[in-house]
């Protein structure tokens, strides 16, 4: 695929470099000469320095045969234009902008579900294809591992009862020093290890892999099972019934929001009780405003205008006898401190906002159960539209080292009519899932497992064959 990106900070470089590794041939442009000449250095690709907004600029580049156009500058308003401009001339060019103003997120994506019913032809609201806001991506992360015991990593997906665990192998345990064949005679439960993490690589496991204490397993399981996997790791799941959420911006918001509307989740028993409410959730707050704003929108909860590092404060609330606290605050290299702190005081579970995966493997270091990197789930999410129709879902492993992907079998597609131990390649993918076209819900798939036209599979690749295997898969 050919892809222009405007915009050359964080965002845009790691968006770019992932791509690289796909075999992708991408134009990275920005108007800050410091900007372009720091990424010229780093990424093998055609850096320009120009504004990203100007027809003429967007054609020298080759617009005209591009597949996509990601806009991500700081400024709002330059990402929306420049797809609208796009849009006006090239409209068939799939268009994503990333937004920070959730006032032009809320707009757009409501109106676009009001009147999808009657769109027809019509062109998509400011003839961006797909808008991305950091704040909704990351809040949405930290939901999903609070629903998921806030224990580890997990990646969740639908119409499937397996999720992807994170998991420490601990010294002493049942898995250190087995292979990942000989596990298969500790449980009856159906599991696929999808990934392994030591201190130097991330990669795809063979049977033959030998696990040892320290590595970090992603382990394809039903949550139902994931209490026994975590015993034989020399872990244990823990009960989650009081949660304190530090920060109340725009992230924390959306987080407390999410998770007071989950009537049917496995938090029901004291979200949906209002006598208990106020006692299992409370949020803290310094800031005078923001504190005010969340004692209006949640006038069931509790909310402290206090700082967490104030001596005195968590004995006074009691705050070390909670089950989780939630780190939200903009200052994530704070959250990664206080997070560490509060587990020093009893504390068993952490969720800590950080800036990007590095940042996130530190907190994990020390001992922070789940870390949800904020550039990285934008990335995450870019990558998904990026993929084609046939992709519905991208997932990034250790900073974009793995990818997992959730993709259709098209008509087109090499693998059709084939067993799954005919298209192995072993160390380039593995398949974790399949969904056959006239089932409901997700099985792990085996070698006799024939793929046809329509079943949606999961799998997991190396960065560098990603682009490869998705295509010989759609």
Known sequence: ???????????????????????????????????????????????????????????????????????????????????????????????????????????????????????????????????????????????????????????????????????????????????????????????????????????????????AAGNNIGILVKRKDLPEFLTLCGSKEKDIKKIALVGAGRIGQIVAEKLISKRTSRFKKFFGMKSRFAQNFVIIEPDEQLAKAASERFPGVKVFRADLSEEGFVEEEGLDKFDLVIYTTHNHELNIVMAAYIESLGVENSIALVSNSAFGSIARN?????????????????????????????????GGTLEIAEITISEESSVKNKSLKEVAENGKFLVLMIKKIDQESFTIASGNTMLESGDKVVLITTSEENESILKKFS
Do not use: W
């Open 1 to 211: 695929m050919k892809i222009i990106i405007i915009g050359a900070g964080f965002t845009g470089t790691q968006l770019a470099k992932r791509l690289i590794n796909g075999k992708n041939d991408v134009v990275l442009i920005d108007n800050n000469e410091e900007v372009v000449r720091h990424a010229s250095n780093r990424l093998d690709c055609e850096v320009t320095l120009a504004d990203g907004n100007n027809l003429e600029t967007l054609e020298e580049a080759g617009i005209e045969h591009a597949d996509a156009l990601v806009c991500v500058t700081s400024s709002d308003e330059v990402n929306m234009i420049t797809c609208s401009l796009v849009d006006s001339v090239y409209p068939k060019i799939k268009k994503i902008a990333r937004v920070r103003n959730y006032a032009y997120y809320v707009n757009t994506n409501s109106a676009t579900q009001k009147h999808a019913g009657d769109l027809g032809e019509h062109r998509p609201f400011y003839g961006i294809d797909f808008m991305i806001h950091p704040d909704v991506e990351a809040a949405q992360a930290i939901v999903n591992a609070v629903e998921h015991g806030a224990i580890t990593d997990s990646l969740q997906f639908e119409d499937s009862d397996f999720e992807i665990i994170r998991i420490t192998v601990e010294k002493g345990s049942a898995f250190d020093g087995i292979s990942v064949q000989s596990i298969r005679t500790l449980t009856t439960k159906q599991f696929l290890v999808s990934y392994i993490e030591n201190d130097e690589t991330t990669s795809l496991p063979s049977g033959s892999t030998i696990l």
């Open 366 to 398: 020390i001992g922070i159960e789940v870390a949800v990197p904020l550039r990285d789930t934008v990335i995450d999410s870019i990558m998904s539209h990026l993929k084609g129709d046939a992709v519905s879902g991208v997932h990034s492993v250790n």
